[in-house]
């Protein structure tokens, strides 16, 4: 009965690879986001997405791509990837558009990326 | 844009002591929420207290109180009866669209 699950949890990968981190929550919640938490514990939001609909893309390299196929998955995608991608991903739902009155946000356990 | 500043990167207390985090923030937003997040060695990124900008009273969650100062923008976290479990690191974070973290303060909780 996880609330909001991602797999894999651990993902090691030749530079150049493209790889896919999954997320599915199932508290029927609107809004799902990503986070990227980097070597020194900074977690920084990528992407959020309202209903199947993008809407918030921060500063983030277009080799990395979202898709959400219902309100319940957002996935990731990376092209290409770099040695600097190496972090842990999190995964987050909330009820409804981020910063609303009772918009706490639930995460998942985060996938560990190492790109070697 | 918005802005979220823990001073200590690190902090220790002994168990059943009390401790303090601190945390100050800037936002242009008129109805904003803050929390702490607390993500232990299991990485599991855990809600601890949340405050609600409009609402005066500081939130309380069991040994976990926050002084919210709006004027100041400050928001600290008061971990009453410290335990062992409560060795994490913890986040101040302001809501926007999503979630702006300050860098965190790891905590370590010594018998």
């Known amino acids: 009965d996880t609330a909001v699950s991602q797999t894999p949890k651990y993902l090691v990968t030749q530079m150049g690879n493209d790889k896919s981190i999954k997320c599915e929550q199932n508290l029927g919640h609107d809004t799902m986001y990503w986070y990227k938490q980097d070597s020194k514990k900074f977690l920084k939001i990528m992407f959020s997405?309202?209903?199947?609909?993008?809407?918030i893309n921060e500063t983030v390299p277009n080799r990395f791509s979202p898709k959400s196929p219902d309100k319940a998955h957002l996935n990731l995608h990376i092209n290409s990837l770099e040695l600097g991608d190496s972090a842990v991903y999190f995964c987050?739902?909330?009820?409804?558009?981020?910063?609303?009155?009772?918009?706490?946000?639930?995460f998942g356990p985060g996938t560990r990326l190492t790109v070697l | 844009a918005q802005t979220v500043t823990q001073s200590q990167p690190e902090m220790s207390v002994q168990e059943a002591e009390t401790v303090t985090l601190s945390c100050t923030y800037d936002?242009?937003?008129?109805?904003?929420?803050l929390f702490w997040y607390k993500q232990p060695p299991s990485r599991q990124m855990i809600l601890v207290i949340r405050q609600e900008a409009y609402k005066q009273q500081n939130a309380t969650e069991n040994r976990f109180s926050v002084n919210f100062q709006k004027a100041a923008k400050s928001f600290s976290l008061k971990i009453s009866d410290s335990q062992l479990g409560d060795t994490a690191m913890y986040f101040c974070?302001?809501?926007?669209?999503?979630?702006?973290f300050g860098k965190g303060t790891s905590l370590l909780v010594t018998p």
């Open positions: 987050a739902s909330s009820t409804g558009l981020a910063g609303g009155p009772g918009d706490e946000q639930f």
């Open positions: 974070a302001s809501s926007g669209y999503a979630l702006n």
């Open positions: 936002t242009s937003e008129n109805n904003y929420y």
């Open positions: 997405y309202n209903n199947k609909e993008l809407i």
